[in-house]
């Protein structure tokens, strides 16, 4: 069935590829999903991971990433939560991971995006341990945390 579409299909993702702007569409497409500009659902993220660490309500911040309708983004809320965490240590570092548990058992985190947030997390570590000096040890952290509890496969 594919083979069958693929002359129909590829021409039109050609055509739609080959737009102008076509990376802030993208960009729009796989950030907020209510349309919002990209800074804004950044934002959004840190103000409800910054309550959480504040609250620590899971429910309430699960409430609010459902809120943000951007399941494919949600690597940009791992990576901004690990960096929001650190600067609290390791007590907010697991209350992160726990977040980043209930969300998974919510079914709003997916593993993919948990792996994606933390790659980018390894790939900024020279940034984030300008501000944090021991950041590299805050992250394994995380990691350690997200393999523990079945959200990273070795």
């Known amino acids: 069935m594919i083979v069958q579409l693929a002359p129909t299909i590829l021409p039109s993702a050609i055509r739609l590829l080959s737009r102008d702007h076509v990376f802030s569409r993208i960009s729009a497409v796989w950030g907020p999903g209510d349309g919002r500009p990209v800074a804004d659902l950044k934002a959004s993220m840190d103000m409800l991971l910054k309550e959480f660490l504040l609250s620590r309500e899971l ?3 699960c409430r609010c990433v459902k809120e943000l309708k951007c399941d494919l983004f949600l690597h940009e809320l791992v990576k901004r939560g690990v960096r929001c965490a650190m600067e609290g240590g390791e007590e907010d570092i697991d209350a992160m991971s726990a977040l980043f ?3 998974e058992s919510e079914s709003v985190l997916s593993k993919t995006q948990t792996r994606k947030g933390l790659d980018r997390c390894y ?4 940034d984030f341990m300008l501000d944090v000096p021991n950041a590299d040890k805050l992250v394994e952290r995380v990691k350690g945390n997200a393999l ?3 959200l990273l496969e070795e």
């Open 148 to 150: 523990r509890d079945g």
């Open 101 to 103: 548990k209930f969300l």
């Open 123 to 126: 790939s900024l570590m020279s």
């Open 59 to 61: 429910d309430e911040a």
